[in-house]
C-alpha cells in the first residue's frame, strides 16, 4: 500500500541496493525506465504488473503511480541512477504527496559518479579538485552563456549528462568563458555496461574524439581525468578485472 | 587475489549495492571506515580477518591493502559512500597500481544525493535547478574566498560536506559573494539512519539553527530545499514511512 520511488543504479545490475532489490523482488506492479537492466525488471515476481515507461508522458506515469498506490497495491517505481539526480523523482513525488499516497525513496548509485568510476576516475582527488559541479547538458539550457561561465570559472572538476551533438558547442563556450583548452577530459559511453567505450583527450579535440561514440554518454572534465588514465594503465598492465 | 574498493553507501546498510555485498560475503580480508555499519562489517564471513581503519594512517591502510593482496587474499576496502566521492580512493588505487596489485572498483551510493533524498530533498528539480555543485567544507580551503565565490555565482544546489563548528563563517562568505541570505537551506545530520535530524531555513540563519547537532552533517543550499520541506509535510500528513 505504497509507491516506493527506487533508484536502479547506473546501468550494470549488480549495482542496485540491497534494499532496492528487495523492493523489486516483492512489488506487484513495477513501472521502470528503458535505461533499466532488463535483468533488474526479471527480479520482479512473476505475476507482477510491469509497465515499461518507454511510451507515456511524465504525466501519465504520475497518473499510474496514483492510480495503483489508490489501488493498494505495492507499486515500485523503478528509476535509472537516483531518483532525485535529474531523474524527475522530485515530480513523481510530489504528485504522489499532492494525492495523499503514502511513498517511499530508496536513493541509487547515480551516474554522477558511478560512470567516471567505471573508467576509474574518481571526481575529486586530494591535490587534484576538491569540487565538482555536475549539470544537464540534455536540450538548451534556458541560458548557455550563464551556463559555461559558471561552469569554467567553478573550478574543480565538471561532469555533464549528455547527448553528444551539442558538445563541440558546449566545450567552444566552455574555453571562450576561460576553460583552459588542453584541460583532460574524457566521455565515456554505456558506462558501467560491458559494452562500454571510453575516450579521453584535451577538451578542446573532445567533440571529434567522441564523434562515433554512442549515447547514453557522460562527459568528465578536469585533471581527475589524468588520474583516471592512470588507474587504467596500471589495470591494463595487471590485467587486472574492472569492476 | 583481488583487492576490492567498495562503497558501502552512505549509512543505513540497505543502501550497499547487491555487489558490494556479495564482496564482503566472499572476503578474506575486511578493512572497514569508521562510518560504515557494523550490520555490513558483520555480513563478512565469520574467519574473515576484520580491520578497522580508525587507528589508521591513511599510508598504513595503502600499505596493508598492498600486503595482503600480494599475499594472495581477497580484500575488501568497504568505504563510507562512494570510494571515488570525496572518498581517497583514488589514493587508495594509485598505491595499489604503484604495487602491481589487481583492484576492483565498486561505487557505492554517495551521500552526495542520499542524505539530501533522506530528507525529501531532490538535488536538482525541473524549473528549480538544473545543477549542483558538491565541495569538501572539511578543513581550511586553499583559497576560501575562490570557493565560496565559485559557490555563490555557480548557481544551481549547493552540497557541501562539512563539520558544522565552520558553518557561520561559511555562510557569511557565501552571502558575501552575492548569495541571497534568503536562500533555502538545510543540515541534515545522521542521514540515512534512525537517529537523522534535519534542520531547515534561510541560508543566514543556518548556522544557529545547526548549533545543536551532531556530525557528520551535509549542507543543502537552494530552492530544491523548498521542494523537500513540501515532500517532508504530506509525508507526515499521510503517516509514510519516509525509506
Known amino acids: 500500500?505504497?509507491?516506493?520511488?527506487?533508484?536502479?543504479?547506473?546501468?550494470?545490475?549488480?549495482?542496485?541496493?540491497?534494499?532496492?532489490?528487495?523492493?523489486?523482488?516483492?512489488?506487484?506492479?513495477?513501472?521502470?525506465?528503458?535505461?533499466?537492466?532488463?535483468?533488474?525488471?526479471?527480479?520482479?515476481?512473476?505475476?507482477?504488473?510491469?509497465?515499461s515507461r518507454a511510451p507515456l508522458r511524465q504525466a501519465e506515469i504520475d497518473g499510474l503511480l496514483v492510480e495503483y498506490g489508490r489501488a493498494g497495491l505495492d507499486v515500485v517505481r523503478l528509476k535509472g541512477g537516483d531518483p532525485f539526480v535529474f531523474g524527475r523523482?522530485?515530480?513523481?513525488?510530489?504528485?504522489?504527496?499532492?494525492?495523499?499516497?503514502?511513498f517511499t525513496v530508496t536513493p541509487g548509485v547515480s551516474s554522477i559518479a558511478a560512470v567516471p568510476s567505471a573508467a576509474m576516475i574518481p571526481v575529486t582527488h586530494r591535490g587534484v579538485s576538491d569540487r565538482v559541479t555536475i549539470a544537464n547538458g540534455h536540450g538548451v539550457p534556458d541560458d548557455p552563456e550563464a551556463l559555461t561561465t559558471a561552469l569554467a570559472r567553478g573550478g574543480g572538476t565538471i561532469v555533464l549528462f549528455m547527448g553528444l551533438e551539442r558538445l563541440g558547442e558546449l566545450v567552444s563556450g566552455l574555453v571562450a568563458a576561460g576553460l583552459d583548452p588542453s584541460t583532460p577530459a574524457a566521455v565515456v559511453a554505456n558506462g558501467t555496461l560491458p559494452r562500454q567505450e571510453i575516450v579521453s583527450g584535451a577538451v578542446d579535440e573532445l567533440a571529434e574524439l567522441a564523434s562515433a561514440l554512442p549515447t547514453p554518454a557522460l562527459v568528465v572534465i578536469g585533471d581527475v581525468v589524468d588520474v583516471g588514465r592512470r588507474l587504467r594503465a596500471a589495470a591494463e598492465r595487471h590485467h587486472a578485472v574492472v569492476a
Chains 1, 2 share one sequence.
Do not use: K, M, N
Request: proline content about 8%; some cysteine; overall charge negative.
Open 89 to 102: 523523482g522530485g515530480e513523481e513525488a510530489l504528485a504522489l504527496a499532492a494525492a495523499g499516497i503514502p
Open 1 to 51: 500500500v505504497t509507491v516506493h520511488l527506487v533508484g536502479a543504479g547506473p546501468g550494470d545490475p549488480g549495482l542496485i541496493t540491497a534494499r532496492g532489490l528487495d523492493l523489486v523482488r516483492a512489488c506487484d506492479v513495477l513501472v521502470y525506465d528503458v535505461l533499466v537492466s532488463p535483468e533488474l525488471v526479471a527480479e520482479a515476481p512473476a505475476d507482477a504488473l510491469l509497465i
